[in-house]
């Protein structure tokens, strides 16, 4: 059995894979490069990606292609509608980098809390001003909102429990009982109790899968209930925030905020880039990572080792493990 890897992956998860007797064939630069040539070259039976955008032409260039694994929890960049129409099963690996995300959120809470960018930057240039930076709410007794209460989700409940905050989650799939499990407060399910979660919180993070109804769902009706000087955090995705309505109200009601994801962010590793949420004056305390969210060795390595077993059961009784599209073998 073909696997084509088109991103960088870990070695021990290609070891693994062609130790379960697959033809791997490792291709990193595949997916920036020309996917579907690559796919129609190598005519894979299982194909894995990270951040490339498998698009309905490259699905199509896929002869025998059956199964296709994103190697992390999001796969919005994988057309879905396409692979169900080819019959193609597409797999994710849900929660295995939930924790490096979680870490990576309540680092960006405590970034804008503590203005970490502004006084390394003026630390850089040569500037001392304790008194500008000797303020802080600090996290202890904060209320914080948390918005999907996913596998990453949960794990932020967790780690701001831990941090003494009182925690509110806006869920939609999780119980009033199970949240209170986890030492917070149920907040709702529905839109307008999630317009009462902006105005409830000091803080809120979001942590929401991209889809049609969560298309810029943190817009300008959130934004115009949050309290002023209240913090944003988004790890989850670009789309799910409205960068233009955050842009003008965190500039009127002095907002702060911290995200890792962005509705233009480019498909390339790296590049020229520029995002509007970079725009306006020094006034706006925001602190913008790279997508990087996932990016630490250990969550890399556990979606290295789920992405194995998602091979190793497909090849041994043509089961897709984790499967988004129900239904696509036919």
């Known amino acids: 059995m073909k696997v084509l890897i088109a991103d960088k992956f870990e070695k021990s998860g290609i070891e693994g894979i062609a130790a379960l007797g697959c033809e791997v064939i490792n291709e990193p630069e595949a997916g920036a490069s020309g996917l579907m040539n690559a796919i ?67 680092g960006l809470l405590i970034a804008v809390d503590r203005r970490l960018f502004e006084q390394t930057r003026d630390s850089l240039a040569g500037v001392w001003n304790k008194k500008e930076y000797a303020k802080a709410k600090g996290l202890k007794g904060m209320t914080l909102g948390v918005a999907g209460a996913g596998y990453i989700g949960r794990a932020v409940i967790k780690r701001a429990v831990a941090f003494e905050m009182r925690v509110l989650v806006w869920s939609r799939d999780v119980t009033k009982q199970h949240v209170n499990d986890m030492g917070a407060e149920f907040a709702g399910s529905d839109t307008p109790a999630l317009w ?120 041994e009784t043509g089961k897709a493990e984790n499967c988004v599209n129900e239904g696509a073998i036919g």
């Open 40 to 106: 129609e070259r190598v005519d894979p039976r299982v194909l894995m990606v990270r951040s490339s955008k498998v698009k309905p032409e490259s699905i199509r260039a896929g002869r025998n292609l059956k199964l296709i694994i994103r190697a992390g929890a999001g796969y919005d960049n994988i057309d879905l509608p396409a692979a169900s129409a080819a019959g193609i099963a597409v797999c994710n690996c849900p929660g295995m980098n939930a924790i490096a995300v979680a870490e990576l959120a309540m």
């Open 196 to 315: 009462d979660l902006a105005k409830r919180c000091d803080a809120i993070t979001i942590h929401l899968p991209a889809a049609p109804d969560t298309r810029q769902l943190i817009g300008r009706e959130f934004f115009s209930r949050m309290r002023p000087g209240s913090y944003l955090i988004n790890t989850s995705r670009g789309s799910v925030i409205d960068e233009t309505a955050l842009m003008e109200i965190a500039a009127e009601k002095k907002l702060r905020f911290g995200v890792d994801v962005y509705e233009n962010a480019p498909a390339e590793a790296q590049g020229p880039w520029k995002s509007r949420l970079a725009e306006g004056d020094g006034g706006i305390v925001r602190v913008m990572t790279h997508h990087v969210g996932a990016s630490t060795d250990q969550a890399q390595q556990a979606v290295a080792d789920e992405t194995v077993r998602i091979v190793k059961i497909f090849k």
